[in-house]
């Protein structure tokens, strides 16, 4: 984990964001603060050229149009051509009908990696257990999409990563469980946002980069660097737990700490492998 965030500070990737309209800044800012550059190129005139030229490319369900839903495809036309990576959010899959049925279509054109919340993920595989969630709140345990996340893995070849209390990485040989954060973050605007716009960056960094890491690598340093971040921010200097507003003001800078130091990674978090082969 710490020479992929190492890499991502060298190699500096452009990530393109079509995201939710509540976090552009705030997803624009997480980037800057890792050591990454954001592209907020969300028109479909502009973004299968754009995708070809960037080093990474979010696609987030959050709040689409119809232009962004066709900018959408258009930047994965584009990245496919191009062979960038690319991260699909499926934000609230399962509950509107126009979103599960675009998410559940798009990736079938192989993100290198799907990142979402347990119901989500079983909601995008198909299963009717999440029900797509309580708006963009998962009504399911992590524990509970292991399978789904096998299928989309299996599906896709790509890695699939499960946000919760204790994160789930998933691809077709190995199975990451990732404890680390803080409950703060699911109480401010963009955290989760801006955890797939920063696993895009670190899935072009590791592409670009000389240290042989794994695109499941590349995602799991993601969660890590941004759980690390919120562990960090969660209490003051004299050991007092920060509320909403300064938490993330504090996790931004966390943000940047992290990205300075990745020696501190290790101590913030802990990672359980498993291999598919037998994870049961």
Request: hydrophobic share 45%.
């Amino acid at each position: 984990m710490v020479h992929a965030v190492h890499d991502l500070r060298q190699h500096a990737p452009l990530v393109q964001c079509i995201t939710n309209q509540v976090v552009p800044q705030i997803t624009a800012n997480a980037l800057l603060a890792a050591g990454a550059a954001p592209a907020m190129v969300d028109t479909p005139e502009e973004a299968a050229d754009f995708a070809a030229i960037a080093s990474g490319l979010l696609v987030n369900t959050g709040s689409p149009t119809a232009a962004q839903y066709s900018a959408m495809g258009e930047a994965v036309r584009g990245a496919t051509a191009a062979h960038t990576p690319w991260v699909l959010d499926p934000v609230a899959c399962g509950g509107p009908a126009a979103r599960t049925e675009f998410s559940r279509d798009i990736v079938t054109r192989h993100p290198a990696a799907v990142r979402g919340n347990a119901s989500e993920v079983i909601a995008l595989d198909g299963g009717v257990e999440g029900g797509g969630g309580r708006g963009v709140d998962s009504t399911d345990e992590v524990d509970t999409a292991l399978q789904a996340a096998r299928s989309l893995a299996k599906r896709t070849d790509g890695v699939i990563a499960v946000s919760g209390p204790r994160d789930l990485i998933v691809s077709t040989t190995r199975a990451s469980w990732l404890t680390s954060g803080d409950p703060m973050m699911q109480r401010v605007i963009g955290t989760g946002c801006s955890l797939g716009a920063l696993t895009a960056a670190y899935l072009g960094a590791a592409r670009t980069g000389s240290g042989g890491l794994t695109d499941h690598d590349a995602v799991l340093a993601a969660h890590a660097h941004v759980g690390a971040a919120g562990t960090l921010a969660a209490r003051d200097h004299d050991g007092h737990r920060r509320g909403p507003g300064s938490f993330a003001v504090a996790w931004l800078d966390a943000l940047d700490t992290v990205a300075e130091d990745p020696s501190v990674i290790p101590g913030l978090v802990s990672v359980e492998e498993t291999t598919e082969e037998t994870a049961g």
